[in-house]
């Protein structure tokens, strides 16, 4: 009897330490379960991670891009370099002119605006002269038939602007009746007419032209001469707002006729 129980006591304990398939069916399932959802976790972090990659390529490529344009708006409009040949504008610009420094391309340089500028007195204006107006008897604007125009890109200062009247009689300009103090002009230059208006003296500027000049007034093609004349407004490319070649010699354009 005893040796019978002892036997039923030792089936149950081998019992209770055997699992049955199910149970061990059920783990197997949970652990699979439980490395599926990490391994699906897993992946969608790697597909977060790899978006936002994309994502940031993206932008980076983007930003470059508007920059990129940004800038050549900048330089191609508003900023647009020009470089300075000849002595016209000396001291203003080129003062160390001489031919050997414009053949090397030492030469000024300088940044002119092309959009949204208005032009006065005292402004310096990058122009295309490939027509040249004059003044008839009446003082309206016309173009000769025997005086070729210049026909090259120049560089000058505005001296009067359209319904100003300028004067030149003994070196000195007047504008309105009032002689101008020039302390931008080069030294020992002397203002004299170059024939494109001669005794027609004092002239009124006609509405959307300009009158204007080099600084180095002995050494400068301008509205003096007929093969120049008046400036209409249509041929103005933009305004001189900085010298910034050679770097020593910065400068700022606007303004520097008041000395």
């Given at each position: 009897m005893e040796e019978n129980m002892e036997k039923l006591s030792a089936e149950e304990s081998a019992n209770e330490n055997e699992s049955t398939p199910v149970e061990i069916n059920e783990a197997e399932n949970t652990e699979a379960a439980v490395n599926t959802a990490e391994n699906t976790s897993d992946e969608a972090n790697k597909k977060k991670k790899k978006g936002a990659f994309i994502k940031d390529v993206i932008d980076i490529i983007e930003s470059t891009l508007?920059?990129?344009?940004?800038?050549?708006?900048?330089?191609?409009?508003?900023?647009?370099?020009?470089?300075?040949?000849?002595?016209?504008?000396?001291?203003?610009?080129?003062?160390?002119?001489?031919?050997?420094r414009e053949i090397k391309g030492e030469t000024d340089k300088v940044f002119m605006n092309t959009v949204f500028f208005d032009v006065k007195y005292g402004d310096i204006l990058?122009?295309?002269?490939?027509?040249?107006?004059?003044?008839?008897?009446?003082?309206?604007?016309y173009?000769?038939?025997?005086?070729?125009?210049?026909?090259?890109?120049?560089?000058?200062r505005v001296?009067?602007?359209?319904?100003?009247?300028?004067?030149?009689?003994?070196?000195q300009v007047t504008v309105d009746?009032?002689?101008?103090?020039?302390?931008?002009?080069?030294?020992?230059?002397?203002?004299?007419?170059?024939?494109?208006?001669?005794?027609?003296y004092p002239i009124t500027v006609p509405e959307g032209?300009?009158?204007?000049?080099?600084?180095?007034?002995?050494?400068?093609?301008?509205?003096?001469a007929r093969s120049v004349?008046?400036?209409?407004?249509?041929?103005?490319?933009?305004?001189?707002?900085v010298k910034y070649?050679?770097?020593d010699e910065f400068d700022i354009l606007i303004g520097s006729h008041k000395g």
């Open positions: 508007a920059t990129v344009f940004v800038i050549v708006l900048i330089f191609t409009y508003i900023l647009h370099p020009v470089n300075i040949v000849g002595r016209s504008m000396v001291p203003t610009l080129n003062k160390n002119y001489n031919g050997e990058v122009i295309d002269k490939d027509k040249n107006y004059l003044l008839d008897e009446n003082g309206e604007p173009q000769p038939q025997l005086d070729l125009p210049l026909n090259e890109c120049i560089i000058k001296i009067a602007v359209g319904g100003q009247t300028i004067s030149i009689e003994n070196g009746g009032k002689v101008l103090d020039e302390p931008y002009i080069a030294v020992n230059s002397y203002t004299r007419d170059e024939g494109a208006f001669g005794d027609q032209y300009y009158f204007v000049m080099g600084d180095n007034r002995n050494n400068s093609t301008d509205s003096r004349g008046l400036v209409k407004r249509d041929q103005i490319y933009g305004k001189a707002i070649s050679p770097l």
